[in-house]
T-cell receptor
Framework: NAGVMQNPRHLVRRRGQEARLRCSPM?????VYWYRQLPEEGLKFMVY????????ESGMPKERFSAEFPKEGPSILRIQQVVRGDSAAYFC???????????FGPGTRLTVL | AQSVTQLDSHVSVSEGTPVLLRCNYSSSYSPSLFWYVQHPNKGLQLLLK??????LVKGINGFEAEFKKSETSFHLTKPSAHMSDAAEYFCVPGGGYQKVTFGTGTKLQVIP
């Protein structure tokens, strides 16, 4: 059973461009969580999704950030018009249910030039 | 709501000596608790979890943690540190709605 997969592992964007981060949960997992880790900081919750539903996006910045988890395919975290402050590692986790253990992917490291 | 406090932001041990990473929790009910490890430039890996089945929980890589209700603690230990243990460790509350926020963790340095 493959673990949580994220791609790309490294992403470089110039200011103003869009960044798309993908997360494929573990097989059988229908709950996905996104976290952001700024340099020298801990992980901060961004959004919790189930298939086709956003359950909690209270950790998402109000502008430029959006997330989806379609019926088919990976979960996508989209950042529009990136700024230097968006440079961070973005981690995705998945679980079988909302009370169950979260398993993390290797992360996508976004660098905004 | 549950919360945890990791008492040390940095711990330094010599290779071959015991490791103790401290975590205290506060909860009005029996919690579930997790320890995760993050190696440099890597994602988080689950070390072990406590879900009230047994107070002494054994995890991967020789780590274990003991849930002590009287002390509201869930400290992570390992008898003998290895260089590969150098990483950041997170004690995380779980259970209920999984909107987990990780603190800055404890950075473990292993000195040769």
């Amino acid at each position: 059973n493959a673990g949580v997969m994220q791609n790309p592992r490294h992403l470089v964007r110039r200011r103003g461009q869009e960044a798309r981060l993908r997360c494929s949960p573990m097989k059988g997992h229908s709950h996905v969580y996104w976290y952001r880790q700024l340099p020298e900081e801990g992980l901060k919750f961004m959004v919790y999704l189930q298939k086709e539903n956003i359950i909690d996006e209270s950790g998402m910045p109000k502008e430029r950030f959006s997330a989806e988890f379609p019926k088919e395919g990976p979960s996508i975290l989209r950042i529009q018009q990136v700024v230097r402050g968006d440079s961070a590692a973005y981690f995705c986790a998945s679980s079988t249910g909302q009370s169950d253990t979260q398993y993390f992917g290797p992360g996508t490291r976004l660098t905004v030039l | 709501a549950q919360s945890v406090t990791q008492l040390d932001s940095h711990v330094s041990v010599s290779e071959g000596t015991p490791v103790l990473l401290r975590c205290n929790y506060s909860s009005s009910y029996s919690p579930s608790l997790f320890w995760y490890v993050q190696h440099p430039n890597k994602g988080l890996q689950l070390l072990l979890k406590y879900t009230s089945a047994a107070t002494l929980v054994k995890g991967i890589n020789g780590f274990e943690a003991e849930f002590k209700k009287s002390e509201t603690s869930f400290h992570l230990t390992k008898p003998s540190a290895h260089m590969s243990d150098a990483a950041e460790y997170f004690c995380v509350p779980g259970g209920g709605y999984q909107k987990v926020t990780f603190g800055t963790g404890t950075k473990l340095q292993v000195i040769p």
